[in-house]
């Protein structure tokens, strides 16, 4: 007889782990948004806490984006970014995060008049003070804005490198359906040329054919969601080939309607296959769930091993842009913890 569940995910919790996809806008919890709101004399679309909560139940993606660039508007100074990546810092640190690779969206904020500058300098600050207090490492990723134009997203590529060294990656992000990849070949070949890595939002709700454009086109390094992919099993075969890791969120999966359940989320299926699956959290205040409560809520709902629970977390390590020695020194505490609590 295995460990129960419980123990699992204590065990899940413990365990070091990276989080490689994560949206930091989208860790804007009710309270803080209220505070800054208040703070900066925005008028949100809530009278309470409680009502925006009740707000944050989606029929689909573009439903989930509606409301989350709409609460974005409480996010004004530098402190403000600083003050919301803290509090997911704090939050995570006592989740057995170790690393994170966090997405965030200039786009969204300059629309409003809010500069790069401004962003990225609150966010890189909290990232800073995050190692120097928890030990946790991290990177940042900025997305594109899919349904925005290529113009726009090569114009804000040209400010992100004044900010080179705060900057691993690029990303994309927002509405897939109707903005496949190619659109940002151009985009995506200059990024890399500065020395950007990059990833992609891709097969998210969008079919099969967006993943095979993300990899050949825009050369990404990583898939993020790729719940499509099982439409093609020549592409399905090349993922697990080429260990491309793909960053599964579940819990927000099923709460934009991807999947019905939990128990759909194909993660045990990319487990089965050979594939470097991971599980992350997305835009863990809108849909109720952080790093631990997705380990969690895949534990029960597809009621892994623990030998599966393992591998998630040393696939978020193997999947990171970390340094192959810090890598190991990661893999090796997951192993020095197991042995501690078998």
Known sequence: MGPKSTDLKELARLLPKAELHLHIEGTLEPELMFELAQKNRVKLPYKSTEEARRAYNFSDLQDFLNIYYNAMKSLVTETDFYDLTMAYIRRVALQGLVHAEIFFDPQAHLSRGVSFKTVVSGIHRALEDAKGRYGISSYLIMCFLRDQSAESAMDVLQEAKKYKPWIKAVGMDSKELGNPPHKFTTVFED??????????????????????????????????????????????????????????????????????????????????????????????????????????????????RKDEVVKLAKNSIEASFLPNAEKGTHIKMVDKILIENS
């Open 191 to 304: 990024a890399r040329n500065s020395g950007f890595l990059a990833v992609a939002h891709a097969g998210e709700e969008a079919p099969a054919e967006y993943i095979w454009e993300a990899l050949d086109l825009l050369k990404i390094s990583r898939i993020d969601h790729g719940y499509h992919m099982f439409e093609d099993p020549k592409l399905v075969e090349r993922v697990a080939k080429e260990r491309i890791p793909v960053t599964a969120c579940p819990i927000s999966s099923v709460g934009v309607n991807y999947f019905k359940r939990i128990e759909d989320v194909p993660i045990r299926k990319m487990l089965d296959l050979g594939i470097v699956a991971t599980i992350n959290s997305d835009d863990p205040a809108y849909f109720k769930g952080y790093l631990a409560e997705n380990y969690a809520a895949v534990i029960d709902g597809l009621q892994l």
